[in-house]
Each structure stands twice: as C-alpha cells, then as structure tokens.
C-alpha cells in the first residue's frame, strides 16, 4: 500500500499521535522535558494537518520539530522510550517525510546511542531504513552513518556484528545504487567533463555530482582502509579487518562495473587504488614455499591467510572478468600470479581456491580470447592464456604425481591395489564407501597408484565455486581428495568447449558470409580474415596444454562418462584444428585418442613417431616438459576383449578395456564426421582403427566391410558379452565412415586413399616371412572407399588399383593376396556395373582403365590371385559380356595367361571363361579380336596340367573353326576394313604392316592361325593331345580348306603340314624308350603305348596319315600350285622315314597313306575345275602346268642320273621321239610315279637288309613285321601299273632282291601265334601270298607285254625257284638263329624251347611257288628266253633238293608235290629239249635230271617208322610213276640223248631191280614192303629196254645184258649161300636178314622169268638163257628149308620154269638171226 494516499497519510497522523501520546506518557514522571516536547509535537502535528492540503510535504518541511521530541526520547537512554522512539522515526522515514537536517539529526541521535552500545539492532535497522527509504542523507551525514554501522560490526555480539555487516553491505549498495540512478537520471544531458589528468589528485572529485561523489569517496575509502591507511571520508572508524573491506570492495566491483567503466575517476581509482592494492597483499601468497622451513630463509616470511587470499582471488576473478579492458597489463600480472598459485608447492587451499579462479575464466571464451589477442599475441608481452592452460596441466599433473600432503589418506588410496581391473572398478575408491555401502562405483581417476575420486562440481559451462564462497571462514579448510581435480577437470573441458564452440560459431558465420559474397561477385579472393589469427593463435597457445591434460586425464579416468567428456574435448579440438588447418595439434590430438583406443604399451610406429615429433619441439610448462603421457598400464579398468596384437612377432596377447572401446568409438565418430579436415592424419585414424580391429578379431566381409571373426591362430580372440554387443555397432560406423567418404572432396578422399594405401603397405611389411594372419583391414577399406566412390572412380583409380596391384596381390603372404586380388576384381566389376555418366560404351578409356589392372593381375605370379582374377572375369563375362566391346583384347588376355606353374584349378578357370566365351560371345566381339581366341584356345590346349582341358580346347578350335566358317563373309569384311584402317596407319607412320602370315588376306590368316595352333599342339608331349590335335586340324582342313586361297594352301602345306611332319618325325626319332609305369593316377596303360617312343609312333602315324589324305582329296589344287612335284617329293620322303622307322605301327602306317597317294586313279573332282580340266582327268592326264625336266631340282631323288625323259624314250623304242602338246602332263605324272617308285625301292631295301655282323646272340636291334612288309610288297602292283613302261630288268632284279628280303625275314615268337598258321594247317602268310601276287602281276604284265618284255621271264623263275628252295632249305636272315616250324614234328621242340625269332613255315609258300613255275613254265616252255636262259635245268637243279631228301623233307608234301612237279615239266620240257638238242642249250640239264632220279628214287632218307602200309603202297606208286615216265620219255628217245645219260638210268634200273629192299619191316609187312612193284616196274622197264629190238647200238644193248647177267649171278650166289647156312644152322633160325634176302632173290627171279616171257626171244641172249637155266638147280635145293615164307616165295620162283618145260626150237635157226 503506497505511503502518500489520504487513507495513508491519515494513519500516519493518527499514528504519530498515538506515539508521542505515549511517549509522553511514558516520559511523565522521569524525564519531563521530553513530556513536554511529546506534547508540543502533537499540538504542531494536529496544526500542520489542519493547515496544509499537502500534509507529507508540510510535515517534511517541519521534520526536524516533529522528529526533536522522538530525538529526546532517545536521548533518556531507557530501553523502552528508546524502542519506542526508534520506531516513530522510522514510521516517518517510511512515509519520507524527513528533511535533511532532520536526518542529520536523527544520525547524530544514532551514533550516540550506538556509543553506548544500546539497541544496536534497532540502530542498523533505522540507518538502513534511513538510507533506502530516500536519498536526503549526503557526505558527511551519509560517512557518519556508514561508519555508525562500521562500528556496530565491530561489537561484542555476534548477532549484531553480523547484522551490521549486512546492514554495511547493503548500504555500500545503496550508495552506489544512488549513483547508477542520478547517471540514468542525466543520461540525456551530454556535459563536458573536465579531463582527468592522470597525476590529479586522487581526491579531486569537482567533476562528479553528489551520489557519483558519495560514492567515489565510499569506494576510496575502502581501498584505504583495506590497505590500513586512514580513511578520508568514513571519519571516526575505529575498527576495520581486511577480509571485509575486500568483500565490500568486491561486490562493489562485482555489481557496479558499469560505474567505472563511465567514470574516468572511478577507473583512476581501480588503476591506481585498487590493482595495487591487490597485488601488495598478494605477496605473501607468492613467496611462501609450502614445506620449506623459516629457518631456510633470511627473513621470516608472512604466511598466506586463507580469508584475504580467497577474496583477492574473488576481487581479482571480478577485476579480470569485468575490467579486462581497462586494466590489460594489471590483468597480465594478476593472471601471473594466478598461474604461480596453481603451483605444486604452495598450499593445498591456495591451489584449491586458484583452481577455482581458473574456472571462473575458463568458463568466459570471448575473455580468454582477449587475452590471447592482448598478450599471447603481441611480441614481447607474457604468454598468459598459453601459460594459463599449460598451468592447468601441470596443476593436474602435478596431482597425480605429487603425494596430497592436504589429505593424508589419499597417498594410499587406491583399493583393490594390485587386483583385476574389473574388481577394482567394481570395488570403487575410498569415497564409495560413503554412499551408504552401496557398489555404485564412483567417479575416479587413478595413475600409477594415485586415485583421485571425482566429484561433481558444477554444471557444465558454469563456474560455481566453492572454497571462494567459504567467506565464514578463517582457517584454510581441509580440501577433500579430488577436489581440487575435479575442478580443473571441470575447467579444462569448459575452456575447451568454450574456445572450440565459439570459434566453430564465428567460422561458420564466416562461411555464410563468404558464400554470400562470392554469389554477389564471384571473381573476388577471400582474403585471410584477421579473426583467423587470433583463432589459430588460441589453438597454438592452448593445445599443447591441453592435450598433456586431457591425454593423462584420459588415461586416468575410471568413469565412462568423465571419459566421455575427455574424449569429446580431444574430439572437438582435433576437429577445430583441422578446420583451422594446424596439422601438428591437430594430429597430436588425434595420436591422442588413437593411443587411448590401444592396449597400452602397444606399439605402433606412426603414433610413437608423431609423439617423437611433439616431444622435440619441447613445449614446456614453467621448466617441466609436457609428456604425451603414454598409457600406463596399470589403470584399473574392465576388461572387454582379449586379442593379439598386430606386430611382426607376436607376443602374448593384449587387453582392450571398455575404455579403449570407448576411445574406439570416439574414433570413429571423429573420422566419420570430422574426415574433411583430416588430411593427412586420416593415416593415424586408420592405422589404429586397423590395430583395434585386429585384436577384436573383425574380418573383412564381402565388400569390404567387417564382420566379426575368429582369429586364424594363436590364443583366440576372447571378447566379453559386453562387447560383443558393441561389435555389430563398431563394425557398422566403420563401415559408414567409409560410406560417408563420398562426402568428402576430391582432396580429402585423396588423404584418405593415401592413407589407406601406406596403412596397406605397413600391414603388408608386417606379413611378410610370416604364414600369420596379416591385417587385411586396409585392402578391405580400400575396396569400401572405391564401391562408395564409384562415381568418381576415375580420380582414385590409378592410385587404388595401382596399390592393390603393384603391391597387395604380389604379397607372398596368401590372405593378403587373396583380399588384394578381392578388392580389384570387386572395384572392377562393380566399376563395370556401375551407371556411369556418360555410360561406359561411349567412354572407352575408362573402360579400358577399369578393365586394365584385371590385365595387370596376370603378371603375378601367385595362383590364388590368378584365380580371384579368372574368376571375376568369369562373372564379367555373365555380367557385361555383351558391352565389353574394345576390351575384349583385354579379357582374352587375361583369360590366356596362362602358365604351367601354375595349378590345375586355375586353368579350369580360365578354361571356363574361355568356353563360355567361345558359345556365347563369339559373335558380339570384334572380329580383330578372333585371332586372339584362336591364340588362347591353343594355349589351353599346350598347358599341361590338366589333360582334358587340352583335349576340351582343342575341340572349342573346332568350334572357332565352324564360326569362321558359318560367319565368313561378315568376317571377311569387317577384317578387311580393319585391314584397311592398319594399312593406313602403317603407311602413315612408314612401317611395314605387322600381321602374322601377311600377305595372306587377312580372313585366311585366321584360319592359318587356327592351323599353326593345332600344328603346335600336334606336337604337344602327351599323346591324348597330339592324337586329338591331329585328327581336328586334318578334319578342319578337310571340311573347310576350301574357303581358303590358292596362295593359302602354298602356306598351309609347306608351312603347317610339312612343318607338322618335320616336327613329329624329329620328336619320334628321338622319343624316349623307357618304360612308362602308369598314365598318372591308377591308369593302366596298354604295353602297345607304354613308351614315350610307342606313344610319338600313333602321332608320326596319324600326322602322316592326315597329310596324305590332304594330298589325296586336295590333288587338283594342290597340282596347281608351282612346286608340287617338290612337294610330292618331300612327302615321299617323310613316307620313307617313316616307314623305315624302327617302329612297326609307324613303318606299317606310313605304306598304308603310301597306298592312299598311289590309288590315285582320278581322285574326287574339286567343284571349282573346269570342264576342259574335267576332260582331261577323265583321261587319267592331271592337270599339272609344269615342266617335269625342270623340276628335276635338288630333293629329287632318282636313282640314275639320266632324265626321265630318256629313260621312258629309251623304254619305248623310236616310238616317242619328243613328248607332243599335252603329253608334258603324262610326263610329268610318270615322274611321279618313278619318283614313288623310287621312294618304294628304297624303303624296301633298307627294310629287308638282313642285319650284318655279330654272332647269333646278339638280337637285332629291329625287324620288321609281317604286316609291314606285306604292305610294302601290296604296293607293288599298284606302282607297277604305272611304271611299266619304264621297268627294266635292273628294276625286276632290285625287285626281286628285296622280295626275297621281306619273304626271309623271320617273326619274333610272340607274334608268332597270330601270324603263324597252326603247325598242322598248310597256309600261306599274307606277306607270301603278296609276294607271289607281285610276280603273278609282273608275269601277267610280261605276257600281255611287248616281245621286249619277255626277257624278263627267266628273272622270275630264278625268283619262283629261290622260293622253292626254301621248303627243303629255308632262308637265313643276316647270322640270326631262327627256330623252323615245318611240321607236326616240330611241335613238341617248339612248345619247350622257345627261340626268339621263329622262321615262318616255308613249305606252303614253297609249295605254292613251285606251282606257280610249273604252272608258269607250262605256259612259257618254248618262249626263246626261257630256254636260252636254261630254265628248264634250274627247274630240275632246284627240285632235285626235295627229290634227294624225300622223307627228310621238312614236310612230306613237298616232295610228293616236287615229284608231280617234276613229271609235269619233263612232260613239256623234254620234248622241247630234244627239239633242240642239236643246240647244245639243254647238255647241262641231262647230268643234272638223272642225279635228280637217282636221289629221288635211292634216297639216303628212311620212310618214317609210323607210315602205315596204304601209305606205303602210296609212295611206291610214286617211285613207279617215274620210273614208267623214265620208259616212256626217255629210253624211247636214247638216240637225242646223251648216251652217259642213258647209261646212268640202266645203271639206276638195274639198282631198282636188286637193291631196293629196306631192312626194317617186320615180317607180316615183308612182301609189301620190299616195294616189289617197283622193283619189278624197274626191272621190267630194263629188261623192255635190254631186249627192246629198238636198241641203236650193239654197246647199248652190251650194257643191258652185262646188267642182266650180272643180276643173275649175284641171285645165284644169294640162294648157294642160303643153302649152306640152312644145313649148317640145324634147328635154329636164318637171321631176318638173310631170310628176307633169299625171299627177294626168288622174287626177282620169278619177275625175271615173267619179263622173259614177254620179251621177243630173239632180244634175249643165249647166255642169259644158260644162266637162268643154271640157277633151277640151286631153287630146287632150297625146297628144303624150314622157312614157310622162303617156300612159297620158292613155290613161286619155280612156277614160271615149266615154259621152259619143252624141247627147244632148232639151234641153226637160232644162230643164224
């Protein structure tokens, strides 16, 4: 309710009544002058009100009377009139109706009382309602009223004492609120103020008005009295302490700045008053040391005092904080000094109540940004806001490091001592105990055995004292533990997020601004703003400080949210000096957090160095250098995961505690938000991202990103429950950090790639010589950044792919390789993928740079990576086949490169590529690029590591070869616009086009490089290969030879096919004989290709065999080109080696394509040819343009000197003189021929050359088969059929020679079963069947010949008898020791001794041969040749061999068939030679015919002991049969014969007629056996030639009857002597011998007597009659003898004698004929 209202002031009347009413009363009987006054005063009270309508103001005017009777009261000095009055004086001073003479007054009343010490209480409570209530009171009323409450607080009671200081508080308020009202009330009138002089006196206060007047003395005289001098205007003080002056004088500063910031002689009086002031009563706070004794120092220093020093530090925080300005080099002494009490050595409260001090400037940025500009910045001034931080360090430093003398429990503080970190957290410090016994573990912060509880000491941004407040009291408290820490913990973060958030805010006020800027004009540069420095100077002042802190706080601190707070400063700051661009405190900061995110201890070069680096710039804090404090290791931490360290060797394994997690996190928060200013630290950042990552046990994933793994080896990593929840999450933000990279600008993201490539190269140096896991985190962050960049791709291609390539994928280590070889192939293909813009078919040059280090990757030589590379080109192929375009070449290349070091699985890979290449892509790439396929294809088919890839390639050739052939005309024209393009350029540049095979077109190139392909693989070491090879590229020529050109085909034979055979031949001939075991695996391999040698021998066939058939089917174009007789030759010749090879399969291979180039009637029309052509074939006259004399060039090998021409004009008589128009073809083809012929002859001669030298044990070293040489004898006719017009006998006879060869070439035995009939059966072997069919065409052609011919025919019986002979006597081959197998007889020698080399049967062919020349010579008996060259006499000369042995002929065929053989040519022989006996040509033949029958018919030989009788009956039928041809064309013929022949057969008669018997049958056999017939034939025929009246000559017949005389004699003497052995041997039997003898001799006789019979009597002779005559006596002494055999032979013997039984006819007669 306001005080002037009616209602008011009629109160205030009533009220003042009332009170000297009672007053008065109270007065009545003590004091009556004041009873009167009381009274007076009502009647003037009641005058005043009825007088004046203004009742305040008139009362005011007349305060002093109305307050003089309450003076008076006062004045009684009695408590109760005192109450009472004090309270009537101050109900007027409410209403303000006191003047100020009343007031002066009042006070005057006042200060009485108070010296008598009454109402004290009241007294204050009247000043202070004095002074508030109005402002009457001035000067020195006003000082008297001040120091009246100066001296009340200065009484003996508390209560007052501390009222009174209120009361002094307040009213030094009052006074100054005085002055800030009278300033507002003048603010608009502007005065000149006199200038204050810097010397003025101090006391010169003319200038101010009254308040600003009271107050400037007020505030003087507090100064004075602080620094006990006497006041100049508080007059009368008698009492005044320090502690409050300095509380007074603070708040005055403290409330009021404005009053001395507007009053130049208030800012006189803090310069020169105030400032001083403090810095004297600082002194002794700055020389005490704590702990030195007085004794150590000459004079005994002042102690410091708790109460002054905190409130100079209190007036010092409000000078600093509100006069910064005015007093800059005051301030920089103050803060010295502040600095100086932070020191370790003063006291644990001083340094308490600076640190809080400290505080209180931290929390103000824009004024510690002032002191940097004032002082750090300028040149020669003290570094105060440097010093300030460093002090701030040193102060933490020095806690942990100097023992708290302050509290002595703290120096063994920590608990759980040297226990597990989680126990020791859990357990809590010292303090935890105090929270009621709970386990909530407090806040702490411990280093090597120091604990430092942490508490909360203000809120964050604020400084809220404490120890600054404690004004109560006197004595330095006891400063809890941690404290002090606390504070300056709360302080240094302050300061930094402060600084830091106020400079980002004027940064990005900047930037606005800027942007504005360059819109409104673009060209203009931003200069550097001046703001820039003092921000970077700030930076560089604060950061080594306060990284020494936050690094040691960090590694201290037990509490995550205390490290939070640390992490987010070194975070913020990191952050803010990248944005300034200060790289050293920036990296250093960072280094920080990396260190804390590592175990400790753990070593890493790029965070030591950079610590190296700090250390030797030496950033001191007054003489102590600031350590980046390394991690200790003891801090008690919990433990979250177990790992290995990524260190060359490693040892044991680490700890990560949640803190290092924590830092890990702070890590990566700082790289993923703050990676723009990172520059080069992003090296740091990662590295240790790197080394966290390892010990967690995260492993690269696809793409890059990690995923938690277990560690490879070693103890594995153990990861607590608590982080493995925090794993997904770390392995998440890393993965955005790298996502977030495509925020980055181009030179950030090239920070970050350079840093990810060292980082790479570091872990790769790492792996080295080791098989342990290697770090693969950098490759795999590599590859992240790449895919996240993809836009981009171009400006961190070469340095990403050039990393991975030159150095990841060569690692020898296999896990860094494969993730190298990873991270390319996924940058490729994803590159690939990618939408770029423009797309990549129109940007060939980043498709190539994309597709290149695919490319690159061949060259390493590790097999994984060939693998990761193949198989991304695998997936490029599914993926981007179609639109690979240009790098294509590319692609092949790679899919090509392929070695054989390299493994099996790779070339699978690469072959997988190469197939689906070939079935899809074929027609979508260029058709330059065809050329290459064929390359790859064929180096597919020559790797050797895995054989079915060979054989599948060489099928996809076969492939490659269809398409060419399907697609032909588009490719033909797109090469040859190519071709066009590349000749231009070749001409332009001056080089000669480069092309394989050039000149050819460039379609028929392809293909020649698609047969230079197979050609290579036709010679590959392994047989599957060059078999498959072979056959593909003879089909490949055959189906599609005609697309090529003429010109081509030159190529193709001379250097494909030619060129194939010279390779094969040379492999073959020098392949290895050694047994091969197994084909690899369990494969058996058949012994006809178990050595390299036998395998070659199936390529040299089936290459040979291709190639003649090319030269069979392709005759007509090949005849075309310029040299094909050269080429014929060339053929032949490899035809030749081949067959003369020492291998059966090659040598037999090699006649079979002879026989396919010689059955070359008219081969198969090409379409292309000509009617005319056509006509000519038909002919038989192929169409060769070539001169065959000039052909006859080197490699042309004829075995005579003379021309062709010659020897086909010699052949042909005069008939061909010069070969007319179109005979030069026919020519040309006979020299063919002969040059085949040629070729045959001497293959075989070289074949069947019997072996020379060594003995029979040596083995030949070969020879050849049956089947080869019956090949070789099968071509004969075929060739012969062409040549003969040009075969003479020279050739007959080399023929004939090497028939005999071949035919005398023995089997080796383990062929023998399948050549070799079996022993019983008579057959011919093909080879001897060939053989006779040569002759059989040879004698036909001879028949049908020309007389000229016949010459030959005696050749061929020499031929056909050398055969013959080989029944009785088979041929030798060279001094080989053969076995015979004859006949049955053989069987069982042959069956236990097996030879090596069996000789064939012989007799067959013999047979055989024999029948040919009886059949031959019947036909050619009297052609002139056959009997001039004697024929008929080596018929006889060579069956005279089986004749003579008979039975001892190897089969008894034969000499039955020579016999009939025999008879068949005499029958036509003999009449021819006695035709011409005159002639002489036959004179030689008769010795050698009789020797014949004589052999024959007397052999040496026995018959066989098992010939049945039929059999032998047979025989003698045989002996019969010559001796009736010996009756019928000889004997009848004696006078054309020579008579020693004729002699000889009687002589042989008359053998036959005696001695034929054989002395082994047994009895029952006798009579057949004595071969009666024959004898009796024999003797017949002799007897018919002894009487015969034919006989020419009286010798002739002399010589029959000596015969037959001497027959009869010798019988004679036969029976005389049986006689006489008969008597003498009595009872016992004659032996066989003799009976057998005598039974002969009486047959003979009694054929005799028969003969006689028949014969004329007049061709026999008396004296034969007489003899027979004389033998009847001796028969008919014989009747007696006792042998049944020998009587009926005897009965027999004298049956005949009864036609002699009659008287004879007259002699006369007789003797007269």
Not at 200 to 222: E, G, H, I, W
């Amino acid at each position: 309710m306001s005080t002037s209202t009616p209602e008011a002031v009629k109160k205030l009347l009533e009220n003042m009544q009332t009170d000297l009413r009672s007053l008065s009363m109270e007065c009545k009987k003590k004091f009556p002058p004041v009873k009167e006054a009381a009274e007076s005063g009502i009647v003037k009270i009641k005058t005043i009100a009825a007088r004046n309508t203004d009742i305040l103001a008139s009362l005011k005017e007349n305060s002093s009377e109305v307050v003089q009777p309450f003076l008076m009261g006062c004045g009684t000095k009695e408590p109760k009139i005192t109450q009472l009055c004090l309270a009537a004086v101050q109900r007027l001073m409410t209403h303000e109706v006191v003047s100020e003479a009343a007031a002066g007054n009042i006070i005057n009343m006042l200060w009485q009382l108070m010296e008598n010490g009454l109402e004290e209480l009241k007294l204050l409570q009247t000043v202070l309602v004095l002074l508030t209530t109005n402002t009457v009171v001035h000067d020195e009323i006003l000082s008297k009223a001040i120091v009246l409450c100066f001296r009340l607080h200065f009484t003996k009671d508390n209560i007052t004492n501390n009222t009174a200081a209120a009361t002094v508080r307040q009213v030094v308020t009052v006074v100054f609120e005085r002055m800030v009202a009278e300033d507002e009330r003048f603010k608009g009138i502007v005065e000149q103020p006199t200038p204050v002089q810097g010397n003025t006196n101090r006391r010169s206060v003319s200038t101010l008005r009254p308040s600003a007047k009271d107050a400037y003395m007020l505030f003087q005289d507090l100064c004075q009295l602080v620094n006990a001098d006497a006041p100049y205007w508080l007059v009368g003080m008698t009492e005044m302490t320090r502690t409050f002056g300095l509380e007074l004088l603070e708040s005055v500063l403290n409330d009021f700045p404005g009053v001395f910031l507007q009053h130049q002689e208030f800012s006189f009086l803090l310069k020169e008053r105030v400032c001083p002031l403090v810095i004297k009563l600082f002194s002794p706070n700055i020389k005490f040391r704590q702990g030195s004794s007085s004794a150590a120092s000459p004079a005994p220093v002042e102690k410091p005092y708790f109460p002054i020093c905190m409130r100079l530090l209190r007036v010092v925080s409000v000078l600093i904080k509100h006069f910064y300005s005015l007093l800059v080099t005051e301030c920089e002494i103050f803060l010295s000094l502040l600095v100086k009490f932070l020191d370790g050595e003063k006291p644990q409260w001083l340094r308490a109540v600076a640190v809080e001090s400290v505080h209180r400037l931290c929390v103000q940025p824009h004024l510690l940004r002032s002191f940097c500009q004032s002082y750090d910045m300028k040149q020669h001034s003290t570094k105060v806001f440097r010093d300030i931080v460093n002090a701030l360090g040193s102060f933490i430093q020095s806690l942990f490091i100097v023992p708290n003398t302050g509290n002595p429990a703290a120096t063994n503080a920590p608990a759980g001592g040297s226990g597990s970190g989680a126990q020791a957290a859990a357990q809590g410090g010292p303090g935890a105990g105090g929270q009621g016994g709970s386990l909530i573990t407090q806040a702490a912060f411990e280093y090597r055995g120091t604990w430092i509880p942490l508490m909360t000491v203000s809120v964050q941004g604020s400084a809220k004292a404490t120890y600054l407040e404690m004004l109560d009291k006197v004595e330095p408290p006891s400063i809890p533990e941690g404290y002090a820490m606390s504070v300056a913990f709360s302080a240094l973060l302050d300061l930094v997020r402060g600084i830091t958030s106020m400079i980002e805010r004027e940064l990005a006020k900047e930037e606005e601004e800027v942007a504005v800027r360059r819109e409104a004009n673009p060209d203009q540069n931003a200069q550097a703003e001046p703001a820039h420095l003092v921000w970077e100077e700030m930076v560089s002042a604060c950061w080594c400080g306060l990284l020494a802190a936050l690094s040691l706080l960090l590694d201290a601190s037990t509490d995550e949210t205390a490290t939070e707070s640390i992490l987010k400063a070194e975070l913020t700051m990191a952050s803010l000096c990248g944005r300034l661009g200060l790289v050293t405190p920036r990296d250093a900061f960072i280094t920080a957090i990396c260190k804390a995110s590592l175990p400790p201890h753990y070593a890493l070069t790029v965070l030591s160095s950079n610590a190296t680096n700090l250390n030797n710039k030496a950033y001191s804090i007054q003489g102590q250098t600031v350590q980046i404090i390394s991690p200790s290791s003891e801090s008690h931490q919990q433990v979250v995961a177990v790992g290995q360290p990524l260190t060359v060797q490693p040892q044991g394994t680490v700890v990560l505690t949640a803190k290092n997690i924590q830092c890990m996190r702070t890590l990566l928060n700082l790289a993923h938000c703050h990676g723009a200013v990172l520059g080069t630290s992003w090296q740091l950042v990662l590295a240790t991202l790197q080394h966290l990552v390892w010990i967690l046990g995260l492993k690269p994933g696809v793409g890059g990103a990690l995923k938690p793994g277990r560690a490879v080896e070693g103890p594995s990593t153990v990861l607590t429950t608590a982080v493995m929840t925090d794993l997904p999450f770390i392995s998440n933000i890393l993965s955005r950090l790298f996502e977030s990279s495509q925020y980055l600008d181009d030179v950030s993201l090239h920070h970050l790639i350079n840093a990810l490539c060292s980082l790479s190269l570091e872990a790769m140096e790492m792996a080295y010589g080791t098989n342990k896991e290697p770090s693969l985190f950098a490759v795999a962050k590599l590859l992240e950044t790449g895919l996240v960049n993809m836009d981009r791709i171009e400006i961190l291609w070469r340095p990403l792919a050039g990393h991975l390539l030159e150095k990841v994928c060569q690692h020898p280590n296999a896990r860094m390789r494969e993730w190298g070889a990873e991270a390319v192939t996924a940058l490729i293909k994803a590159g690939l993928a990618y939408k770029h813009n423009p797309p990549l078919a129109q940007n060939q040059r980043l498709q190539l740079l994309l597709l290149n280090p695919l490319k690159e990757l061949s060259n390493v030589l590790h097999a994984d990576i060939r693998q990761k590379q193949l198989e991304s080109v695998l997936q490029i192929l599914q993926s981007q086949g179609d639109s690979l375009g240009p790098g294509w070449p590319l692609v092949l290349g790679v899919i090509g490169a392929i070695r054989n070091d390299q493994g099996e699985s790779l070339i699978r890979t690469a072959f997988q590529c190469l197939q689906l290449v070939v079935t899809d892509f074929l027609p979508t790439m260029p058709c330059m690029c065809l050329q290459i396929v064929v390359d790859v294809a064929g180096s597919f088919g020559l790797q050797n590591q895995e054989l079915n890839i060979s054989l599948t390639s060489i099928g996809l050739l076969w492939n490659i070869s269809d398409y060419f052939f399907q697609r032909g005309e588009a490719i033909t024209q797109d090469l040859e616009r190519e071709e066009a393009a590349l000749q231009k350029q070749a001409r332009e540049k001056g080089e000669p086009l480069n092309r394989p095979f050039h000149p050819a077109p460039p379609f028929d190139c392809l293909w020649l490089c698609l047969y230079a392909k197979l050609g290579q693989l036709c010679v590959d070491p392994r047989p599957a290969v060059r078999k498959s090879a072979g056959q593909t590229m003879f089909s490949t020529i055959a189906a599609h030879g005609t697309l090529l050109q003429q010109s081509t085909w030159h190529i193709v034979v001379w250097k494909v096919l030619f060129h194939l055979l010279d390779c094969v031949r040379k492999s073959s001939t020098t392949a290895d004989k050694e047994k091969i075991e197994s084909g690899g695996g369990n494969i058996l391999i058949h012994h006809s290709r178990d050595t390299a040698e036998k395998q070659w021998a199936e390529t040299w066939v089936l290459t040979l065999a291709g190639v003649a058939r090319i030269f069979n089917t392709r005759r007509y174009l090949l005849q075309q080109l310029g040299d094909f007789f050269k080429a014929w030759e060339v053929l032949l010749d490899h035809i030749q080696s081949a067959a003369l090879s020492k291998n059966n399969e090659v040598s037999l291979a090699a006649l079979k394509s002879f026989q396919e180039i010689l059955q070359i009637g008219t081969p198969v029309k090409d379409s292309a040819m000509p009617t005319e052509a056509l006509a000519l074939a038909v002919m038989g006259v192929p169409p060769v343009l070539i001169d065959p004399l000039s052909a006859s060039g080197p490699g042309r090998h004829l075995l005579r000197s003379d021309s062709m021409l010659e020897r086909l004009t010699r052949y042909n008589g005069a008939e061909l003189q010069a070969p007319p128009q179109g005979e030069e073809s026919a020519l040309e083809d006979a020299a063919l021929w002969w040059s085949a012929w040629n070729t045959w002859y001497r293959t075989g001669t070289d074949s069947t050359r019997p072996p020379s030298g060594g003995t029979g044990t040596d083995r030949p070293s070969f020879v050849p088969s049956q089947p080869f040489l019956t090949a070789l004898v099968q071509i004969v006719p075929a060739l012969y059929q062409h040549i003969e017009t040009g075969f003479s006998m020279e050739d007959l006879r080399k023929l004939g020679v090497i028939l005999h060869g071949a035919v005398s070439i023995p089997i080796s035995s383990d062929a023998s079963p399948f050549i070799l009939p079996s022993y019983t059966e008579a057959v011919l072997t093909s080879l001897q069947e060939a053989v006779l069919t040569a002759l059989d065409v040879l004698q036909k052609a001879i028949c049908v010949g020309p007389e000229s011919l016949q010459v030959m025919y005696p050749a061929i019986f020499e031929q056909l008898l050398l055969f013959v002979e080989f029944s009785c006597k088979p041929p030798q081959y060279g001094k080989l020791e053969t076995k015979h197998v004859a006949n049955a007889k053989y069987n069982q020698i042959q069956l236990f001794t097996p030879a090596e080399w069996v000789a064939l049967n012989y007799v067959p062919f013999a047979e055989r041969s024999l029948e040919v020349v009886v059949d031959q010579y019947q036909k050619t008996a009297c052609h002139k040749a056959v009997i001039n060259e004697k024929v008929l006499q080596n018929i006889i000369k060579t069956l005279r061999m089986p004749l003579g042995l008979k039975y001892a002929c190897p089969s008894e065929s034969t000499w039955k068939l020579a016999v009939s053989s025999l008879l068949k040519v005499l029958s036509i022989g003999l009449p021819v030679a006695r035709q011409h006996a005159s002639s002489g040509m036959f004179e030689t033949m008769w010795p050698e015919l009789a020797n014949a029958f004589e052999d024959f018919l007397f052999t040496k030989s026995t018959p066989p002991d098992n010939v049945s009788i039929q059999e032998f009956q047979k025989n003698e039928a045989i002996d019969v049969e010559v001796v009736q041809l010996i009756s019928t064309e000889i004997l009848p013929f004696a006078n054309f014969i020579p008579k020693d022949f004729v002699g000889q057969i009687m002589t042989m008669l008359n053998k036959g007629s005696i001695h034929s018997q054989s002395s082994s049958f047994t009895e029952a056999e006798i009579d057949v056996r004595m071969r009666e017939e024959f004898s009796k034939v024999c003797f017949e025929t002799l007897l018919q030639f002894s009487f015969s009246n034919k006989v020419s000559t009286p010798q002739e017949g002399y010589i029959s009857r000596m015969a037959l005389s001497v027959l009869l004699k010798r019988s004679q003497d036969v029976l005389r002597r049986y006689v006489d052995d008969e008597r003498l041997s009595g009872r016992c039997p004659l032996p066989r011998q003799q009976v057998t003898e005598i039974i002969f001799v009486l047959k003979a006789i009694s054929t005799l007597m028969d003969s006689l019979k028949k014969t004329q009597p007049e061709n026999v002779d008396g004296t034969t009659w007489a003899q027979v005559i004389a033998l009847y006596p001796t028969l008919v002494e014989c009747i007696t003898c006792s042998s049944s055999e020998v009587s009926s032979a005897l009965k027999e013997a004298l049956g005949p004698f009864k036609d002699f039984m009659q008287p004879p006819v007259s002699r006369v007669q007789n003797g007269e004929s």
